[in-house]
C-alpha cells in the first residue's frame, strides 16, 4: 500500500512509500482509510520540532471503515465508518490513565509520530479508541472530527463558555476557526476572530464568510481597543490564544476581562515564552493548558458536527490524493490553505 512515511530524524525526510499492509492484533481492527486530515502537529514532524519515532507513517485526523476484526473485537463491525481517538498505547495503569486522562500518558504514543498513523491506504486501531460515524457525516467531514473534538474540549469542556460570553480567538487557522463556532455554539453573543496579515486573504476573510463579524488584523487595528470598546471598557470573559505565536501568547492578558479566563492551545516554536506574569496576576485570571482530546469531547464533536452546529466542512480548502503532499504542504506553508485533507 501507498504510504507517507517520516523515513529518519532530521528536517525533512519525508517519502511515499510502498509499505506492507498491517495486520491487526488482539481488540484492533483493520481501516481502510477513506480520508486523512493534516494537522500541525505532521509539519512539525516533518521539521523535527516535535517527538517521534521514524520510520513511521504520518496522520493522527481520519474518517475510515472497518474491514477486518481482530480476535475478541466487539464493538464495531465490519463495514462501520468510523474515526478514531490518537490515544494509542496509553499504559492504562499510571494515575492519569485511572483518572480518565488517558490523552496525556507519559506512554501514549499516538498515530502519526508515535505509531503508523493514516496517510496511507490502510491503518490498525485499537477498538476501545474508536466512535462511529453517523451516516450523514462525509467522509472528508469525518477527517475533522478530531480537531473539533480538541475545541470541544478545549474551549467547551475546559475554559467552559457561557451563555452571553464575549470570546477572542486568536489565530484564524483551522483550530482557531473551529473554537470559535464552538464557542458560537455555546451560546457567546460575540465571537471576535484575531489575525494577521499573513491570514487577511483566506483564513480572516473565512472568518467574515462563517459569519463572525468582528474580525480583527492585529497589524491593522490596536485588537486592545477594539475589545474594550465592544465590551464596555470591560474586556473579554475567555480568550482563546490559537496562534501558539508569542505576540499572540502575549496579548492574552490585554484582552480579558478580570476574572476572565485564558484558553491556551496554540503551541510556541520557542521556549521559554514571554508573558505578561504580573498583569494576570492583577486580571486574577484563569489560565488553561490543553492538549489532546477527552473521551466525552468526541461523542460531542461528531454531535455537533453532524447537526451543523460545527460546520467543520467549511474549512476544508485542499482535497487531494496522496501523491500530492508536497504541493499541499508548501500551500499550508505559504498559508494557501486552511484545512488540507488526503484522500489515500
Given at each position: 500500500?501507498?504510504?507517507?512515511?517520516?523515513t529518519?530524524?532530521?528536517?525533512?525526510?519525508l517519502?511515499?512509500?510502498?509499505?506492507?499492509?498491517?495486520?491487526?492484533?488482539?481488540?484492533?481492527?483493520?481501516?481502510?482509510?477513506?480520508?486523512?486530515?493534516v494537522?500541525?502537529?505532521?509539519?512539525?514532524?516533518?521539521?523535527?520540532?516535535?517527538?517521534?519515532?521514524?520510520?513511521?507513517?504520518?496522520?493522527?485526523?481520519?474518517?475510515?471503515?472497518v474491514?477486518?476484526?481482530?480476535?475478541?473485537?466487539?464493538?464495531?463491525?465490519e463495514?462501520d465508518?468510523?474515526?478514531?481517538?490518537?490515544?494509542?498505547?496509553?499504559?492504562?495503569?499510571?494515575?492519569l490513565?485511572?483518572?480518565?486522562?488517558?490523552?496525556?500518558?507519559?506512554a501514549?504514543?499516538?498515530?502519526?509520530?508515535?505509531?503508523?498513523?493514516?496517510?496511507?491506504?490502510y491503518?490498525?486501531?485499537?477498538?476501545v479508541?474508536?466512535?462511529?460515524?453517523?451516516e450523514?457525516?462525509?467522509?472528508?467531514?469525518?477527517?475533522?472530527?478530531?480537531?473539533?473534538?480538541?475545541?470541544?474540549?478545549?474551549?467547551?469542556e475546559?475554559?467552559?463558555?457561557?451563555?452571553?460570553?464575549t470570546?477572542v480567538?486568536?489565530?484564524?487557522?483551522?483550530?482557531?476557526?473551529?473554537?470559535?463556532?464552538?464557542?458560537?455554539?455555546?451560546?457567546?453573543?460575540?465571537?471576535?476572530?484575531?489575525?494577521?496579515?499573513?491570514?487577511?486573504?483566506?483564513?480572516?476573510?473565512?472568518?467574515?464568510?462563517?459569519?463572525?463579524?468582528?474580525?480583527?488584523?492585529?497589524?491593522?487595528?490596536?485588537?486592545v481597543?477594539?475589545?474594550?470598546?465592544?465590551t464596555?471598557?470591560?474586556?473579554?470573559?475567555v480568550?482563546?490564544?490559537c496562534?501558539?505565536s508569542?505576540?499572540?501568547?502575549?496579548?492574552?492578558?490585554?484582552?480579558?476581562?478580570?476574572?476572565?479566563r485564558?484558553?491556551?492551545?496554540?503551541?510556541?516554536?520557542?521556549?521559554?515564552?514571554?508573558?505578561?506574569?504580573?498583569?494576570?496576576?492583577?486580571?486574577?485570571?484563569?489560565?488553561?493548558?490543553?492538549?489532546?482530546?477527552?473521551?466525552?469531547?468526541?461523542?460531542?464533536?461528531i454531535?455537533?458536527?453532524?447537526?451543523?452546529?460545527?460546520?467543520?466542512?467549511?474549512?476544508?480548502?485542499?482535497t487531494?490524493?496522496?501523491?500530492?503532499?508536497?504541493?499541499?504542504?508548501?500551500?499550508?506553508?505559504r498559508?494557501?490553505?486552511?484545512k488540507?485533507?488526503?484522500?489515500?
Open positions: 500500500m501507498k504510504a507517507l512515511v517520516k529518519e530524524k532530521g528536517v525533512g525526510h517519502e511515499l512509500r510502498d509499505v506492507p499492509i498491517p495486520a491487526c492484533g488482539p481488540g484492533e481492527v483493520l481501516l481502510k482509510v477513506l480520508a486523512a486530515g494537522c500541525g502537529t505532521d509539519l512539525h514532524v516533518r521539521d523535527d520540532t516535535f517527538p517521534y519515532w521514524p520510520p513511521v507513517i504520518l496522520g493522527h485526523e481520519f474518517s475510515a471503515r474491514v477486518e476484526l481482530g480476535e475478541g473485537v466487539t464493538l464495531v463491525a463495514g465508518r468510523v474515526v478514531g481517538e490518537p490515544h494509542t498505547l496509553s499504559c492504562g495503569s499510571c494515575y490513565c485511572r483518572t480518565g486522562n488517558i490523552q496525556i500518558c507519559p501514549k504514543r499516538s498515530p502519526g509520530w508515535g505509531i503508523d498513523g493514516a496517510m496511507a491506504e491503518m490498525v486501531m485499537p477498538e479508541l474508536l466512535h462511529k460515524l453517523p450523514g457525516v462525509q467522509d472528508t467531514v469525518g477527517a475533522v472530527i478530531e480537531p473539533v473534538a480538541n475545541v470541544v474540549h478545549d474551549v467547551l475546559r475554559a467552559t463558555i457561557l451563555g452571553g460570553d470570546v480567538v486568536i489565530g484564524p487557522g483551522p483550530i482557531g476557526l473551529l473554537a470559535a463556532m464552538a464557542a458560537d455554539s455555546a451560546g457567546a453573543c460575540r465571537v471576535i476572530v484575531i489575525g494577521v496579515d499573513a491570514d487577511e486573504s483566506l483564513r480572516l476573510a473565512k472568518a467574515r464568510e462563517l459569519g463572525f463579524s468582528s474580525v480583527v488584523n492585529a497589524q491593522r487595528q490596536d485588537a481597543a477594539v475589545v474594550a470598546e465592544l464596555g471598557g470591560v474586556g473579554a470573559d480568550v482563546v490564544e496562534s501558539g508569542v505576540g499572540g501568547i502575549a496579548s492574552t492578558v490585554g484582552l480579558v476581562r478580570k476574572k476572565g485564558i484558553c491556551a492551545i496554540g503551541l510556541p516554536n520557542s521556549s521559554p515564552t514571554p508573558f505578561p506574569y504580573k498583569e494576570a496576576a492583577f486580571k486574577v485570571c484563569d489560565v488553561m493548558f490543553c492538549l489532546s482530546t477527552s473521551y466525552t469531547s468526541w461523542g460531542r464533536a454531535s455537533m458536527v453532524a447537526t451543523g452546529k460545527i460546520r467543520a466542512g467549511e474549512i476544508i480548502t485542499h487531494s490524493p496522496l501523491e500530492q503532499w508536497e504541493s499541499v504542504f508548501d500551500d499550508i506553508d498559508r494557501l490553505a486552511i488540507a485533507v488526503f484522500i489515500p
